[in-house]
């Protein structure tokens, strides 16, 4: 069955008196039921769980488990006196806390380490390394107003270390994910009283869209238990940022071509018939595009990114099959008073064929090479700005927020050695201690080593490194230092700690990042040449897109590194900014070249893509700058990695929408002609345009001849 044909036969089924409302009691019916089955999306604590099994770092995470203490996650209380030396009475407070803190830890305390220059002093108190976060972050509080109390005045105590950090990430987002939904929807329902001018017609694809979220919420739980999937509070943002996006962008769309067919069809349900069968399709078509592009994350080796994608799909379906099925129920229930005070009535001209965007297109058709050779320039030029860009945040560059653990892991710096407070840890064979403490000691990078368990079998080494944590030295250590380790003999070594798993986090989002990229290309391919029919266009519109994912990315990572002051782009930024602008990106371009080619048909390809621009500027335009609202909006959210999506995204769809789909595309459009078609068989059709021409032309040439 074509994407027409199932349009139709949806179109027939949503559209009818009674069935409208069969439709939405069986859509409510299960929705309350989806959502009351949904429960809890399945979580992980595990700091090296988005790695596989294979890596190094896991491996040396599995075996330090199996040492004395290895089921334990210290947290570092950092005391200091804003650089001053500590006193003789500060000493002996902190060595007191030694007693006071260890209630509330897991295990001994080892006493206080003094910095080098003794204006620091550093106590590592023990908790469970696989406590949910609810518990680490009660302990972590606990700690933090213990350690306070009873300081000699201007001593001051910051809980820091891995257990302090995971608090700090968990307290963050407390709330941060319902303050994003709130300021989405506030978002959404004021640019859609902009759009449609009506006091109430955006309560309707806004309730749609809002359920629709919730169910997707549902079935993303359900889903992550069923797969043993972790969800965490980021990915549960980007989907919300995802249906909200996508899901007003369809109900945009419908409802722009339901207000169309309105002034053409005395019948409101004919006309919601029509609009369905003629814009269902595209919303299919793009719909299908952002899912199977999100699926491609499950061919990914981290699983963060995989869980994206998978719950990204499901929360692209449940917005597109609301937007489809459920939508145009509830505005088969509604008359055209829904559109009150611009009622759409029979017989009035379309508006958008003669406005504003009419006017683009005659621009764009006197001078398309200039408008061509412009668009392309000004692509170029923002894209100069990933000159220098650098992959991968520190710890202390992850926040947007202040965090005690990040001001407490920048007090350590100060005055420890750099990666006192994420020591590498290196697991051997126990009988090759002695060489393996040797070729570790040797390796340049290196300040300490010192052994801190064994059993019969393995022996673990704290590793403190000279380099700052998740710096290019760093990284250049723990390289060095595997090598080192792998070649004594009979050692069996790994090494591991949060640099170890950051440096492979990194190397797999590389390598995540080289795979999917060309899946993500192929389908957004497939599917526009199923759709469109022709070869030439769909390899054009996705040389475009990803024009404008490049330009996107250099003017943002400008605005990150030179006026944010960011350090860097977060590993995962341009796999995840790459797959979101690139699949819903080529929505808009679905939206104007289905139009166009349905205009073709009549008016030939030059006049159909410029009435395609006049009657779907408006509805684009809007959709665009919604999407692009709705993921800036992630800036909300506390973390680097969310804003810098956010704003690539959103300032990529602004381009497309603005730029590619206003200009650059048409300005195509009109060079080729009908080739933009081939090899379709709209290629072979003479535009009415130049056949008309053609006698005109053929006569004048008669009558030069005759004279």
């Known amino acids: 069955m074509t994407l027409r044909a199932a349009g139709q036969r949806v179109a027939g089924t949503v559209s009818g008196r009674w069935s409208a409302w069969v439709v939405l009691l069986v859509a409510v019916a299960i929705s309350g039921a989806l959502v009351s089955f949904g429960g809890t999306a399945r979580t992980s604590n595990d700091p090296t769980g988005a790695l596989p099994a294979g890596t190094e770092s896991v491996q040396a995470a599995a075996l330090a488990r199996q040492l004395p ?134 309560l309707v694809p806004l309730a749609v869209v809002g359920t629709a979220d919730v169910v997707a919420n549902a079935l993303i739980a359900v889903v992550s238990r069923a797969v043993e999937l972790p969800i965490d509070p980021s990915t549960t943002g980007i989907v919300d940022v995802l249906v909200f996006g996508a899901g007003t962008n369809y109900a945009l769309l419908l409802i722009a071509r339901y207000r169309e067919e309105l002034r053409r069809r005395p019948d409101r349900r004919d006309a919601l018939r029509h609009a369905l069968t003629s814009a269902g399709p595209a919303i299919a078509a793009s719909a299908t595009t952002v899912i199977l592009s999100l699926l491609t994350l499950t061919v990914a080796v981290l699983r963060n990114d995989r869980a994206i ?232 519109l996705v040389a475009t897109v990803v024009g404008t994912f490049f330009a996107a990315l250099g003017a943002s990572t400008f605005l990150f590194t030179q006026v944010l002051g960011y350090a860097a782009l977060d590993t995962s930024v341009p796999l995840l900014s790459f797959l979101f602008l690139v699949a819903l990106g080529v929505d808009y371009n679905i939206f104007l070249t289905t139009r166009a080619r349905e205009e073709a048909v009549s008016e030939g390809t030059r006049q159909g893509v410029r009435t395609a621009l006049a009657v779907t500027g408006g509805v684009i335009t809007s959709a665009g700058v919604l999407l692009a609202a709705v993921f800036a909006v992630l800036g909300v959210l506390p973390l680097v990695l969310l804003t810098e999506i956010g704003v690539i995204v959103g300032l990529g769809v602004l381009l497309d929408t603005l730029l590619v789909r206003t200009l650059l595309v048409p300005a195509i459009v009109l060079l080729l002609g009908r080739r933009f078609w081939w090899p379709g068989g709209l290629s072979r059709r003479t535009d009415p345009a130049s056949a008309a021409a053609r006698p005109a032309t053929e006569a004048g040439d008669r009558a030069g001849t005759r004279g």
């Open 309 to 540: 994608g998978v719950a990204g799909a499901v929360g692209i379906g449940t917005a597109a099959l609301y937007g489809l099925v459920v939508l145009p129920a509830a505005l088969a229930v509604c008359g055209r008073g829904l559109f009150w005070p611009f009622v759409p009535r029979p017989g009035e001209a379309e508006p958008t064929r003669s406005g504003g965007w009419a006017r683009v297109g005659d621009l764009v058709a006197r001078r398309p090479r200039a408008v061509l050779a412009g668009a392309l320039i000004l692509l170029v030029l923002l894209t100069t700005g990933l000159s220098g860009a650098r992959l991968g945040l520190s710890k202390t560059e992850q926040f947007r927020v202040q965090a005690e653990s990040i001001d407490g892991l920048r007090t350590l710096s100060r005055h420890f050695p750099a990666g006192t407070a994420d020591p590498t840890v290196v697991v051997g064979r126990v009988d090759a201690e002695e060489a393996l403490l040797a070729a570790i000691t040797a390796t340049p990078g290196v300040a300490t080593a010192r052994p801190t368990g064994r059993t019969a079998e393995l022996v673990g080494v704290n590793v403190v490194l000279t380099a700052e944590p998740d710096s290019g030295a760093s990284y250049d250590t723990i390289r060095e230092l595997r090598d080192r380790v792998h070649e004594v003999p009979a050692a069996d070594a790994r090494v591991g700690g949060t640099v170890a798993t950051n440096l492979d986090t990194r190397d797999a989002a590389v390598r995540d990042l080289t795979v999917v990229v060309p899946l993500v290309l192929a389908v957004v391919l497939l599917v526009l040449l199923v759709l469109l029919r022709s070869l030439v266009a769909p390899l054009l």
């Open 69 to 202: 203490g290895g089921q334990l996650n210290p947290t570092l209380v950092v005391y200091s006196r804003a650089g001053a030396p500590l006193s003789d009475q500060d000493e002996a407070a902190i060595r007191a806390h030694t007693t006071t803190l260890a209630p509330l830890g897991t295990g001994p305390i080892s006493p206080p380490v003094l910095s080098p220059d003794r204006r620091a002093a550093l106590l590592a108190v023990p908790l469970p390394a696989d406590a949910d976060p609810d518990a680490i972050t009660d302990s972590v509080d606990r700690l933090r107003a213990t350690a306070r109390d009873g300081l000699p005045p201007g001593l001051t105590a910051q809980v820091s270390g891995g257990a302090g950090f995971r608090a700090d990430v968990a307290s963050a987002f407390d709330g941060a994910n319902v303050t994003l939904l709130l300021v989405t929807v506030a978002v959404v329902a004021a640019l859609l009283t902009v759009t449609y001018r009506s006091p109430w017609l955006w």
